[in-house]
């Protein structure tokens, strides 16, 4: 059976891996609209949590295995259909992810100053979509809407030493950037309150912990907590267990960091809670964000399901940097394929595709943009079984000899477009490598697709 995977990210890497260790005879070929493989784990992990990068390991086995074969460089979607696809292959699986960001829908959200995370965490990893970003980080006040670890990761980046950074795969122009940069304090702001916070206790310890930084955590907002999280399950019971000790914990000395010039540098950074945003405020000259209005929440309801109903009153917090960490989305990627566009997903029964047979999805797309690499890996498998079921149970067509990539080859040769293998991807990488070594980094990623293209001679 021939097998393609759309998306080669962790669903995609992961959904692949499992199909070839459970079925002997199976080929497998994963395309990429990137020349460069490894999705967010890529562009979405800190440059300073390298450790979660260590997948990478895992999925460069599965691409040199000689039953799989990976095609970069190709848009599914416009430089092959999914309808071709699924003449070409047995199975065809989605695990595409979420492209996009959600939106804040308030007025002023497009105003100079105002980023989703989503660009602004792509600008520091080398997204190539977001390498013009050049983001403004002249003010002393960043605004981050949201509670989740990429909120915190996005606060550890800006609020970081920058001798931290220097040893990490960052991007040579953010890290100029940041080099310039003038924020010292940064607001990380929910419309819930502490027992709603999506992050976890890794990523807020890291953050309690970051060198020449205060936090500012108001006492008030944690009073009567210790009992609310008494039956809480354990995670959430420790990290509000955290943010408690840290709140009431009085300023210790705390080593601040010195600059050349002598002068100490105080950051800090802070957790805003039942906030919702209403606008962002433009400057004086329209030119810029110079703050966000605030309607302030009360709770109804507890835990995870509490819903946050603003209660009449505003407040307005100075900024000139906000970034909106509200979430991923997902888009549809062909007319061919069932869309649900009110939960960004595809419609789908354990990765089966409502009403397509022979077409699957895993990841992001198939359940919605939540959960780290390791839900990935479940669900993916979980798709993949389904295949596997599909593949034994006679389920799907196995009789036409389907050509894989032959029949695609020659539909992308038509069109112009010369698919990069992964052999191409290794000379890229290597390159990589070679210009951070030469700067003392694990690499120094190429963030131009068509510089990427020159190196291979494509």
Wanted: with cysteine; proline share 7%; aromatic share 6%.
């Amino acid at each position: 059976p021939r097998v393609c995977v759309v998306g080669s990210g962790p669903a995609g890497f992961y959904t692949a891996q499992h199909i070839l260790k459970h079925h002997g005879g199976a080929l497998v070929d994963i395309y990429e609209k990137l020349p460069s493989p490894f999705g967010l784990v890529r562009f979405g992990v800190a440059p300073d949590h390298p450790e979660v990068k260590n997948v990478i390991n895992t999925f460069t086995q599965t691409a040199r295995s000689e039953r799989c074969a990976y095609y970069g460089n190709v848009t599914v979607g416009r430089d092959v259909t999914v309808p071709e696809l699924r003449q070409a292959y047995h199975a065809v699986v989605l695990s595409y992810g979420a492209e996009d960001n959600r939106v804040l829908g308030i007025p002023g959200e497009n105003l100079p100053g105002v980023y989703s995370a989503r660009a602004f965490v792509g600008w520091y990893n080398g997204l190539p979509e977001n390498r013009d970003l050049k983001p403004d980080l002249s003010c002393e006040t960043a605004l981050i809407l949201g509670h989740g670890n990429v909120a915190l990761d996005i606060a550890r980046i800006l609020l970081s030493p920058l001798q931290l950074l220097r040893k990490t795969d960052i991007t040579d122009s953010s890290l100029a950037a940041l080099a310039c940069s003038k924020v010292k304090r940064v607001w990380l702001v929910g419309r819930r309150g502490p027992l709603q916070v999506a992050f976890t206790i890794k990523e807020l310890r890291e953050m309690i912990n970051l060198p020449g930084a205060r936090v500012i955590l108001d006492p008030a907002d944690f009073s009567g907590l210790e009992n609310a999280v008494k039956d809480a399950p354990r995670p959430r019971k420790r990290l509000t267990e955290l943010m408690i000790k840290t709140a009431l914990e009085k300023p210790g000395e705390k080593p601040v960091e010195v600059h050349s010039a002598g002068a100490a540098a105080p950051r800090e950074w802070g957790l805003k809670f039942q906030r919702s945003p209403q606008e962002v405020l433009p400057s004086t000259d329209g030119r810029s964000a110079r703050g966000v209005r605030m309607a302030l929440t009360r709770l109804e309801g507890s835990g995870d399901s509490a819903k946050a109903i603003p209660t009449g009153d505003v407040e307005e917090l100075e900024c000139g940097l906000v970034l909106s960490s509200i979430g991923y989305r997902s888009l549809p990627l062909d007319p061919a394929v069932p869309f649900d566009s009110q939960r960004g997903v595809i419609p789908n029964s354990s990765g089966r595709v409502q009403g397509v047979p022979g077409l699957y999805c895993s990841g992001w797309v198939k359940r919605g943009p939540t959960g780290v690499i390791i839900t990935t890996m479940n669900d993916s498998f979980d798709t993949a079984q389904s295949v596997l079921e599909d593949l034994q149970g006679g389920v799907l067509d196995m009789s036409p000899s389907r050509e894989g990539f032959g029949a695609v080859e020659s539909i992308l040769r038509s069109r112009g477009v010369r698919p990069v293998s992964f052999s191409d991807w290794e000379k890229i990488d290597a390159a990589e490598v070679a210009r951070g070594k030469a700067a003392g980094k694990p690499r120094e990623k190429i963030v131009d697709p068509a510089e990427m293209l020159q190196i291979i001679g494509h």
